[in-house]
């Protein structure tokens, strides 16, 4: 359970999302930002890039344009470029200063498929083995350095590129949908299985808050029965039996206050002890009984105690009988309750 701040562009010294280097080259801001987002030993600090967009103004930028840009942006002071391997060691040399002044996370934004539209350095490329290069070589760096509980978050949006992200720790995803939709209608558990849980590549998998109003009345939207409530427990009627994790952002579209009231059965079960496992629904063994289609059960066991972490994303409320207790979760909801388990036949006493 290790705190995970990532630091801004303006407080660290840089002009934008996209500049490696601060500005006037003054490296103080960055340090003093780092200090003041984490200042305990647990805590790790990140700072976002995009190895694919670089700051126009950027003397490496300008001195490898021809080598580098793939084409123009709609992003204010940036032009994409391709990972061709001087682009790789340039990258790879700025996250090396980074992580000498101490930052300890590295987070690779806009990794997917993407052609380059440069002739000269192409060669039909799409950047599979370009990416796989860059993260292997960042985790070897960040082997080099010492660093326990990497992280190397890789920002995947909807495409999980097994020989590309292998080297990395964390894999973020669900950007591509954002919306006022059902979440199971916007991914569907078949695609959460396939693409989001990262256990593929040995990662975590980190998903986007993503809802967004766009038709509900104001007055039906915030609020203890509005939309917004409703919707991130229908989020996390997914992403907790999943055991997937969220990336909460400032100003985040997601009810915040709702979101701890849904964690904080899962602390109190203090999930993070080693006497503590995590069953998933597809692999549960029946010892909580038996659940409709469209419910997922899923559940923390420690000893003969569970918490049960309960999904509907059926269309009507269903009646869950859990072993010495019955529950009711509503259509699109999620129920966290905790549950003494019969001991099995033949097990240690």
Request: net charge negative; proline share 5%.
């Amino acid at each position: 359970m290790i705190a995970r701040i990532g630091i801004g562009w303006r407080e660290s010294g840089f002009e934008n999302h996209w500049a490696r280097v601060p500005k006037d080259g003054n490296w103080s801001l960055f340090t003093e930002a780092m200090g003041k987002a984490c200042s305990k030993p647990d805590c790790t600090t990140f700072k976002y890039s995009d190895p694919t967009l670089t700051w126009e103004k950027d003397e490496a930028a300008r001195y490898y344009a021809s080598e580098w840009v793939s084409r123009s942006t709609g992003y204010e002071g940036a032009v994409r470029t391709f990972l061709v391997p001087s682009s790789i060691d340039y990258v790879l040399w700025r996250c090396r200063q980074w992580t000498e002044l101490g930052l300890r996370g590295l987070y690779f934004d806009d990794m997917f498929l993407m052609p380059c539209r440069n002739p000269d350095t192409s060669g039909g490329s799409f950047g599979i083995l370009e990416m796989r290069e860059l993260v292997k070589r960042a985790a070897v760096m960040q082997h080099q350095f010492g660093q326990e509980h990497r992280l190397l978050q890789i920002h995947m949006t909807n495409a999980l590129l097994v020989p590309s992200f292998a080297f990395a720790t964390s894999l973020l995803t669900w950007e591509d949908h954002y919306g006022e939709e059902l979440f199971q209608n916007r991914f569907p558990i078949d695609y959460v299985r396939a693409e989001s849980l990262g256990t593929q590549v040995g990662c975590e998998g980190i998903v986007l808050d993503g809802i967004k109003r766009k038709t509900t009345p104001e007055s039906e939207w915030k609020g203890a029965g509005g939309k917004f409530r409703r919707l991130t427990r229908n989020q996390h009627a997914i992403l907790l039996p999943c055991g997937l994790s969220m990336w909460v952002r400032s100003g985040a579209a997601v009810d915040i206050a709702e979101r701890i009231r849904l964690l904080s059965p899962i602390c109190e079960f203090r999930i993070w002890e080693p006497d503590c496992c995590f069953v998933p629904f597809w692999e549960d063994d029946g010892r909580l009984g038996r659940v409709p289609d469209g419910v997922l059960l899923s559940s923390y066991r420690r000893d003969n105690e569970a918490l049960a972490v309960i999904g509907n994303l059926t269309e009507r409320p269903q009646d869950i009988d859990l072993p010495g207790k019955s529950v009711r979760v509503e259509a699109g909801d999620v129920q966290l309750v905790r549950v003494n388990l019969e001991k099995l036949e033949g097990e240690a006493r």
